[in-house]
């Protein structure tokens, strides 16, 4: 199945404990990108990567880290985190330079205490 | 970033309704999208417009691709109650940025 795969699914943390929240698809997807989902915010992108060893910067950037070392992965990685980053996450990949559009993970719930 | 701004941002409605719901932009977008997020669950693709004036349906669903571009509208015919949950647009600019309108909360009543 045609798919991409975010763990954790939840997860409680406190401030300054770096995590990485990883993500992973099988559809040979080029693009892949890291969202974040706030009340009235909608989706913010975080960063993005148009394909290996190629990533930039979204909306809000601060406070994350991603790298593409794999086509499939594209982990994000919290080397301190706070409790503003305290947010619903959502990985999505798409494929090709291509206005298709995403398919998303099941999301990441983050709380950091 | 972009700012899209989605309308209305919750509707509660009697099963059996149509639904109508728009999203608006000061910037002029080359795809629209509409995405569907049940509770839980990430968002899933329901609707992609190419062209200004498209008009594109999937069963119950009908979307329009805005003449001026800034904008795109959703219906839903007929809802029934798997229609609940958060309807988002995105546009899309360039290559593979695609921003997000802030999501209309849809509620179905029996």
């Known amino acids: 199945e045609a798919q991409v795969t975010q763990n954790p699914r939840y997860l409680i943390t406190v401030t300054g404990k770096k995590l990485t929240v990883t993500c992973s698809q099988n559809m040979n997807h080029e693009y892949m990108s890291w969202y974040r989902q706030d009340p009235g915010l909608g989706l913010r992108q975080i960063y993005y990567s148009m394909n290996v060893e190629v990533t930039d910067k979204g909306d809000v950037p601060e406070g994350y880290k991603v790298s593409r070392k794999e086509k499939r992965n594209f982990p994000l990685i919290l080397e301190s985190p706070s409790p503003n980053q305290t947010s619903l996450y959502f990985c999505?990949?798409?494929?090709?330079?291509?206005?298709?559009?995403?398919?998303f993970g099941s999301g990441t719930r983050l709380t950091v205490v | 970033g972009q700012q899209l701004n989605q309308s209305p941002q919750s509707m509660f409605i009697q099963e059996g309704e149509d639904v109508s719901m728009n999203c608006t932009s000061s910037s002029i977008f080359n795809t629209w999208l509409w995405y569907k997020q049940d509770p839980g669950e990430g968002p899933v693709l329901l609707i992609a417009l190419y062209k200004a004036g498209e008009l594109t349906s999937n069963g119950r669903l009908t979307a329009q691709f805005g003449i001026t571009r800034k904008d795109s509208f959703l219906n839903i015919s007929a809802s029934i109650p798997s229609d609940v949950g958060i309807y988002f647009c995105a546009g899309q600019l360039s290559g593979n940025q695609f921003y997000f309108g802030t999501g209309t909360s849809l509620t179905v009543i029996p």
């Open positions: 999505a990949s798409s494929r090709g330079r291509s206005n298709y559009g995403y398919t």
